[in-house]
């Protein structure tokens, strides 16, 4: 790949020093007709349109502080984004959630220089589970469990803006998981004219990046414009041992049909495989701390053996966006989308050599165990390769009509979903040396060993209507709206003697969601807002309708929700803003949750592999403040400040193991008190630069608020330089530093849990703890990169 893009740059640098020692012979033998001609020319073209990059470099001096760490808004809702010019000054490998960390009320960051599964975070105490993600409009993360895979949807030199709403979801995204906050990201679309570019990066932990993006202009005369990119990434897992790597692409099209009517095709394709990260216990980090990880060396029992434990993931997608404009104020947005993920997953695991289960059936031995790879004779398991195939897919169609008259804008959508997945689970049994290959382990004369098998199956109808009336010349607008969803859903887990509602289950849904937006804008510096508005989360995963069954038991390790209700969030905000010498937002908020979801996952007995717990931990209730501040560039430098105090409340005791845990009034979990950052950057059109420092505070673990995570500081730098243009061509070198500190860190919590100690209930029973399990922060990483443009 390495080769490939050195012998393209090479091939690009000596076409356009051709073309242009061609055109300086050309000018040279013009006659003074042809400088008339020139003349006409270069006046007609200064009459014409600036193209694209002008018109975004005009845009962001106008809209952007802090060097797009903080971008201005409007709406009367809590916003924050970073634009492209703060994004390609970051890392190359760095994702969607180690971006946003930066930003008031988020908490995330990142696992490594190279990863590829989902993060964890959390913005204004709300888990990942209860956080919107889209991406160009249609819905991107799992439409069953929630999880993110952004590594799989763009590269970072890609994308355009990414936002993220606090508090609150516009009325017409395609969500239907987002109780208070969401994420939006977009891609940075076609050139208007002919351009390359091409960057390897190389680092720490072995890893590399090499990606290339190739812009057509406009083709023909035709007024569609494309763009495609691809890129190949390869790391060492830095803790423990194994691999990572990641095949990506990227490519848009898009056509002006006329004034205000546009329409875009987006593809994305990725490729990925990966070690299994592994989560330690508060004792797992005190002992192994920064290398707690997969082992290289192989012993019967060995579950956590590189050669048993990985991700090989991928994801196709692709949207047709489209926005027509009919005249007389009247316009539709409509999109028709696909999003597929798919694995396997595999861990190692131990299963019963005699007197197991499948399902609920037992088995008295597995099928020919004696002549199994790796059996013996002195042992009750066996060691085994647990590979979980499985797929999700999403489609939709989501339609938005606008009408314009006056002061007043009304607007209807509908969106209908569709929604799968499947995923198989089957064990293969391991030789001496850690090789898994053949056949699946069968009992009972070839049924096959299996925890899991389901499928489940989603439809979702729902529908819009906003309206927004502007008075006293723009500077106040009512806004008030409700959104109407209706879904169906329904799994099933067919495993042997599962019957009745523990193989099959159906819910239905109507959940209405009303907001209110309010916004007055003094005159064009200052602006102020107060919004009621209201998010749902429907429950997530199979573990929300349907039991797992233990191999080694044949009883239920997880129940589903004896009370399936959607988590119901309800906020008021009031905010400022001001944007005049520098950039300001500062909001107040208070929101109430109902039927308040966690999710509780921890590891299997014997196994790498996770068991999920929905809890319905009933009411929450949190009040904060946070601020944002940002500079525009004095000197080429400028600065970008946010923080966040945030007080949570559990308003309810929880029922568990037959018992109640004595939760209210405790905090929630995974919601620090205190959160900031603090941006400084320095961009002189040579030399540029960026550091970002960032404090999250200590978060409980645990719904008993017995075990937290520690707070913790980190800071990032990343520098550059544009180097002198050779022809057409224009060089730069940058330099990312992660965690320059090189903290040794927890980031945040993996699996929560009830309670890390053994508790008494208020009934009198004495209710086990369980240790919460934790994500290790990125060590101190260096990652150097050489790019160029044609």
């Known amino acids: 790949m390495k080769k490939f893009l050195f012998l393209t740059t090479c091939c690009f640098c000596f076409e356009h020093i051709a073309v242009s020692t061609v055109h300086a012979q050309a000018s040279a033998a013009h006659t003074p007709s042809d400088k008339k001609k020139d003349s006409r020319r270069q006046k007609k073209d200064a009459a014409k349109p600036r193209n694209r990059d002008e018109a975004i470099d005009v845009t962001e001096r106008r809209k952007v502080s802090g060097t797009g760490m903080m971008v201005r808004h409007t709406v009367a809702q809590t916003v924050s984004s970073l634009s492209h010019s703060y994004i390609e000054m970051q890392s190359p490998t760095s994702t969607i959630e180690s971006l946003i960390a930066t930003l008031p009320g988020v908490v995330s960051t990142s696992e490594g220089p190279l990863t590829t599964s989902f993060s964890t975070i959390h913005i204004r105490g709300m888990g990942q589970a209860e956080i919107g993600m889209t991406f160009e409009g249609m819905p991107a993360a799992n439409p069953f469990t929630y999880s993110t895979y952004t590594p799989s949807l763009v590269d970072s030199q890609n994308m355009g803006q990414v936002n993220v709403m606090q508090g609150s979801v516009d009325i017409n995204s395609p969500t239907y998981n987002a109780t208070g906050a969401e994420i939006s990201a977009t891609i940075r679309g076609p050139a208007d004219h002919h351009h390359v570019y091409v960057a390897g990066s190389g680092g720490s932990y072995g890893t590399n990046k090499d990606f290339i993006r190739y812009d057509t202009g406009e083709i023909g005369h035709t007024g569609v414009y494309a763009f495609a990119s691809g890129s190949y990434s390869r790391g060492d897992m830095w803790r423990g041992v194994g691999d990572i790597e990641r095949w990506h692409v990227d490519s848009a099209l898009t056509k002006k049909w006329a004034r205000g009517s546009e329409s875009k095709v987006i593809f994305g394709w990725t490729k990925a495989s990966q070690g299994e990260w592994l989560y330690p216990s508060l004792a797992n980090w005190k002992t192994y701390g920064m290398k707690y990880g997969l ?26 966006k489209n926005h027509f404009s009919f005249g007389n104020g009247l316009s539709l947005d409509a999109q028709a989308y696909s999003v597929e993920f798919h694995g396997p997953y595999y861990y190692g695991a131990t299963v019963p050599v005699k007197n197991g289960f499948v399902g609920a059936e037992s088995y008295s031995s597995l099928d020919d165990y004696k002549n199994l790879p790796g059996y013996s004779s002195s042992s009750k398991t066996l060691t085994t390769a647990e590979v979980s195939n499985w797929y999700t897919l999403s489609s939709g169609l989501l339609l938005t009509g606008h009408w314009k008259h006056k002061f007043n804008t009304l607007s209807l959508t509908y969106w209908y979903s569709y929604a799968q997945e499947a995923a198989q689970m089957r064990f293969y049994p391991v030789s001496g040396s850690g090789q898994w290959s053949g056949n699946a382990l069968t009992a009972n004369g070839g049924i096959p060993v299996s925890e899991d098998n389901e499928n489940g199956l989603q439809q979702l109808n729902s529908f819009s209507v906003d309206d927004k009336m502007s008075f006293l010349n723009g500077r106040l607008t009512l806004d008030g709206g409700i959104r ?81 209700k959607p988590e119901y969030m309800i906020t008021e905000e009031l905010g400022y803003r001001y944007s005049g010498l520098f950039m300001a937002n500062v909001a107040g908020f208070h929101y109430n949750v109902t039927n308040h979801q966690v999710s509780a996952e921890s590891y299997v007995a014997g196994s ?4 999920t717990q929905l809890i319905n931990a009933g ?20 600065a970008y400040a946010s923080g966040q105090y945030l007080r949570t409340k559990n308003g309810n005791n929880l029922a568990y193991s037959g018992d109640y845990l004595r939760t209210k009034g405790k905090e929630e979990v995974g919601a620090p008190r205190y959160s900031g950052s603090l941006g400084l950057t320095y961009n002189d059109g040579t030399w540029f630069g960026n550091f970002t420092l960032t404090y999250t505070g200590s978060q409980y673990a645990t719904l008993m608020n017995d075990q937290r995570l520690p707070g913790y500081i980190t800071a990032n ?15 730069k070198i940058k330099l990312n530093l992660v965690n320059m500190g090189d903290e040794h860190y927890l980031s945040s919590t993996y699996g929560y849990t009830a309670a890390a100690t053994t508790q008494k209930g208020i009934l009198g029973t004495t209710i086990k703890g369980s240790a919460p399990t934790y994500v290790i922060g990125s060590p101190f990483v260096a990652m150097g990169t050489i790019s160029a443009d044609f």
Request: charged residues 10%; glycine residues 10%.
């Open 295 to 320: 082992s290289d060396q192989y012993s019967p029992g060995a579950t956590h053996y590189v050669g048993l434990n990985g991700k090989n993931t991928g994801a196709v997608y692709g949207t047709l």
């Open 484 to 564: 109407m969803a209706m879904v169906n859903r329904q799994y099933t887990q067919d495993l042997p003697k599962l019957v009745g509602a523990n193989y099959k289950t159906v819910k239905n849904v109507f959940v209405p969601a009303p907001q209110v937006l309010i916004n007055y804008n003094f005159n064009r510096h200052h602006q102020i807002y107060v919004n009621g508005t209201t998010g749902y989360h429907l429950p997530a995963s199979l573990s929300s309708q349907l039991a797992s069954y233990s191999r080694t038991t044949g009883k239920a390790e997880s129940a589903p929700l004896t009370d399936y």
């Open 619 to 638: 009411g929450m209730e949190a009040f904060g403040v946070q601020a944002e501040i940002a500079t525009h560039p004095w000197h080429h430098v400028s």
């Open 608 to 611: 790498t592999s996770t068991i």
């Open 717 to 731: 730098l990343g520098v550059g330089r544009n180097l002198p243009k050779i022809g057409h061509v224009t060089p």
